[in-house]
């Protein structure tokens, strides 16, 4: 069992900066590959950046590559998100998973709340 629990959402303009945070549980938080996904307004959800478990390797969607960036803190059981840049199309809705295998899917059974990013124009 993983609980996760997303932080730092907020309203920002647009070319600003929001850092985002997913806290997990549990004492085996290296071994899970982590993801940050989200759903805007009448949209689905999808997939934002990814990161291994260990040796950090990373992936990103086209839309938020160059501008996003995803780290953890496996000390920490953190995962995180920077997102610079932000654009109104950022609005949405952001979601943290957590998979034991890789890459993490939309099917991922651990999920965080969310947390609301809303970007002014």
């Known amino acids: 069992q993983v609980l996760l629990v997303e932080s730092g959402g907020g309203l920002v303009q647009a070319g600003g900066s929001l850092r985002l945070s997913c806290a997990a549980s549990g004492r085996t938080f290296g071994s899970y590959a982590m993801a940050w996904f989200r759903r805007a307004p009448a949209k689905e959800r999808e997939f934002v950046a990814g990161i291994r478990g260990r040796g950090g390797i990373t992936y990103y969607a086209d839309s938020v590559k160059g501008r996003f960036t995803i780290s953890r803190d496996n000390a920490r059981n953190t995962v995180y998100l920077q997102m610079n840049t932000l654009r109104p199309e950022d609005t949405a809705i952001y979601y943290c998973?957590?998979?034991?295998?890789?890459?993490?899917?939309?099917?991922?059974?651990?999920w965080g709340q969310g947390t609301q990013v809303t970007v002014s124009s």
């Open positions: 998973a957590a998979d034991l295998h890789w890459p993490v899917a939309m099917t991922s059974a651990y």
